[in-house]
């Protein structure tokens, strides 16, 4: 697979992947705390980025719901490690189940009943707000005030249990990241990832061909659901705290979704640029509206910005620099 | 006593409702004609609730009177807004529409929070404390006055949308697109004009929404998601069902309020909506979709 990848790039592309790769690997050692923590968050969205382009960009499916996977993971892995000491990295696979089984039942519910586009994102929306309000009343998980896991001494690291360093973080993300990309990669070139593109592009086309949308459809936001169930683990032991006030809400899922949108929906690298672009931008544009000290500044500027990437480019920055860089292979019958 | 109880609430809620109802015409106006979900509807709303209270700050005037002055702010907004942003991205994907949409809204909320700041106001009018006895029956005189507003604006919406050629040439437009530009209606400029009255919708009811309410940035998003939640209920595109739908959430999240938590009546109305969804996705009143 690796090999079919690297025959059909061009050397220009291969080059540029393999030194962002290396910069990604020696970063911890080059910048400075404030920099590393700013490149955890943009590896966090670039990696929930992927699984939620896995929905959309592979399969067609619209969800604006998925704060709730997030929000599922780590409530589950957070809950089993603050009650029962059960470590995240047992954790992680009753995470994946809770997401797995929301985003199932979502599906389900969604495709069964055929609700399609603008209303199954709605749905979607609907379910994690849902959600959000339920455990806002459940005070096991701590209800409105939040949620905590004990932060001990950062002197060790401890990956079976989540707790350590920066350092420690960093990589766990960037080996997320990386491992989603890759099984995104293989994914999208599979026979299921041609099922799904046949379903993204043409519904009834795909099924008058004979592809079993609803197994497919089920398939993709398992896989995807899954898959950001994790991130949100990885997000309970990183932030140590989580309130449903935030958690569910739908502004947590525009900014997943964001980084992918950005970058180009359906494309392997725009969740991944996408989150580059986006998460220093709002640092810049913190930075620079700092000495303002006026309250929405840093906001408007931000949510201009998206709606210019919107207006402007369409199909997200990756397809774009994709051409300016001149990343093409230079061979027949490719973009 | 318990019996009274409800039905006092029930009323506040059905009054409540009307607005809710006023309101989500707005969305579903917009998206029954230009199939555009206006994810910045309640940040829209919010604008117009500001505006009302800048009116009532600055000059006095009680919001009931400045509400045809803030429709006919939003209305220019709306308009402007389809004519120059909406209308580009008529042809895009449906989460790229919903991107440009919410990053609008977050720009609404910011440009509220530079000139407002982010604590919440009210407007305080003199009949603020008075009521209605009917009976056993004790009704907020605000109440009365914003539904009773709330209907009036709905039904000259719907005047306007049945009874005058402007209207019937939006309604044209809705139901097809092409066979409109066939019989050679202006439909960029019909288009403008249903963004604008849907926004008026909002500003009409941000203006009666202040006299019940206080007003903040953040308040937004809740308003969309309750005007999604209504409008779904009622059938995306239906006016009627716009109005329904409101009630029916009014008056359910009042009693849901009074007989389960105050906090839990928004799961109560999300779990409506999911039924909703599920049993009848076209809405109560709505048509299958094309």
Known sequence: ?335 | MSGGLYLNVAVSGLLTGLIYGLSALGLSVIFGVIRIVNFAHGEMMVLGMFATLVLFRALGIDPLLSLPLVAAALFAFGYLLQDLVVRRVAHLADHMQFLLMASIAVMLISVCLMLFGPDAQNAQVSYGFDSFAIGPLLVDKVRVYAGAAALVVSGLLFAFFHYTPTGKAIRACGDNYTGALVVGLNVRRLYALTFGIGTACLGAAGAIMLLLVDVHPYLGPSYTLLAFIIVIIGGMGSLPGALLGGILIGVSEALAGVILQPSLKSAFSFGLLILVLLVRPQGLLGKVAR
């Open chain 1, 1 to 335: 697979m690796i090999a079919r990848i690297i025959e059909s790039a061009s050397p220009r592309a291969l080059a540029l992947l393999a030194v962002v790769t290396l910069a990604l690997l020696v970063a911890p050692w080059l910048v400075d705390s404030y920099v590393l923590s700013v490149l955890i968050i943009v590896l966090y969205f670039a990696y929930v980025g992927q699984a939620w382009n896995l929905m959309l960009g592979f399969a067609g499916q619209l969800s604006l719901g998925h704060a709730l996977f997030v929000s599922l993971g780590a409530y589950t892995s957070a809950a089993l490690f603050i009650k029962f000491g059960v470590p995240p990295i047992i954790g992680v696979f009753a995470a994946i189940a809770m997401a797995v089984v929301a985003g199932c039942l979502i599906g389900y519910l969604g495709f069964r009943f055929s609700i399609r586009g603008v209303y199954f994102a709605l749905l979607t929306i609907a379910f994690a707000e849902f959600t959000g309000i339920i455990v806002d009343h459940i005070s096991w998980l701590g209800a409105s005030s939040g949620l905590f896991l004990p932060v001990k001494n950062q002197q060790s690291n401890d990956l079976l249990n989540l707790r350590g360093s920066p350092t420690m973080f960093y990589y766990v993300i960037l080996a997320l990241t990386g491992l989603a990309f890759a099984l995104c990669s293989w994914l999208l070139n599979s026979k299921l990832g041609l099922y799904w593109q046949a379903i993204r592009e043409d519904q009834e086309a795909a099924e008058a061909s004979g592809v079993p949308l609803f197994r497919y459809k089920m398939i993709a936001v398992a896989i995807s659901s899954g898959l950001t169930g994790i991130g949100g683990v990885w997000y309970a032991f990183y932030y140590n705290n989580l309130f449903p006030e935030t958690m569910f809400k739908t502004s947590q899922s525009v900014e997943i979704i964001l980084g992918s949108v950005v970058g180009g929906v359906g494309t392997l690298f725009g969740p991944i640029l996408g989150a580059f672009v986006l998460t220093p931008l709002g640092e810049v544009l913190t930075a620079a509206t700092d000495g303002m000290h006026l309250d929405g500044v840093k906001s408007f500027f931000w949510g201009f910005c998206v709606a210019a990437i919107v207006l402007f480019r369409p199909q997200g920055l990756w397809p774009w620099i994709y051409n300016v860089l001149g990343l093409a292979p230079k061979k027949e019958g490719e973009r």
